[in-house]
């Protein structure tokens, strides 16, 4: 059994929804079909995905369930954090009750059975220092920093023994420096921390990499991972 993780799968298989992905790079043609072929090849029945947002463009949930389709139709249990484009995003109940392999994650955590490994996560947002940070800014900041604890809380109260964090912004800001996240994370003792919303080699090394205070932080962007899932436990 295996978890894998690859954020920002930016789908669009209704055919209402107009977005094609080529124009951010080669990579992007037809990406779907090829992160299909390397899910299918890589995830057994018995795997874990964790999707960390940037699911789908539909706008409502309506125009995403196309996309939602074709992520049941991959192999292994599917765990989806939002992204700052997933409009479609509604009511966590409604939306839990569509699919038997795919959760969607917000305040709570995702225990994998016959491990003491527990999934967590939520959005993210900005952090403080970046450029143009603003109170607005902060009061989302606080609300996503709020929900990620929620999500801890219910890990450590499960009796958790190795929890992983899914994220959807980078946990820290382009100076990577430490964050109401980080502190979060290394204070309820995450090993892994996984995270996307990064696109082009540009912005890749924006995204901190490596072992920051005992946490391990993943960048699983799908460009960066060049649709490849990421294997993060085996």
């Known amino acids: ?13 209704d055919p209402r929804i107009e977005k094609p992905m080529d124009i951010f790079g080669d990579l992007w043609t037809d990406h779907a079909s090829r992160v299909k072929e390397y899910w299918d090849e890589m995830v057994s029945p018995e795997d874990t995905v964790l999707i960390p947002g940037d699911v789908s463009w539909g706008l409502r949930l309506d125009e995403a369930m196309a996309d939602f389709q074709w992520i049941h139709e991959r192999p292994g249990q599917k765990i989806i954090t939002k992204g700052n484009h997933d409009l479609w995003w509604n009511s966590i109940n409604k939306m839990n009750r569509m699919y038997e392999d795919i959760l969607f994650l917000q ?4 225990l994998v059975p016959g491990t003491e490994t527990a999934i967590c996560g939520t959005r993210g947002w900005i952090c403080p220092g970046t450029e143009g940070f603003d109170e607005h ?49 290394t204070e309820y003792g995450v090993r892994t ?37 990421k294997e993060i436990r085996r």
């Open 1 to 13: 059994m295996s978890i894998f993780a690859i954020g920002d799968l930016h789908l669009a298989m």
């Open 107 to 110: 305040n709570h955590c995702y």
């Open 137 to 185: 800014d902060r009061k989302i900041y606080d609300r996503e920093i709020i929900r990620l604890r929620f999500s801890l809380e219910e890990a450590k109260a499960a009796g958790a023994s190795d929890i992983i964090a899914a994220l959807h912004y980078p946990p820290t800001n382009d100076k990577k420096q430490l964050s109401g996240f980080t502190e979060l994370l």
């Open 193 to 229: 921390c996984v995270y996307g919303h990064l696109h082009g080699k540009d912005a890749f090394s924006n995204g901190y990499e490596g072992i920051l205070n005992g946490v391990e932080y993943r960048l699983v962007s799908l460009d960066y991972l060049e649709c490849r899932p």
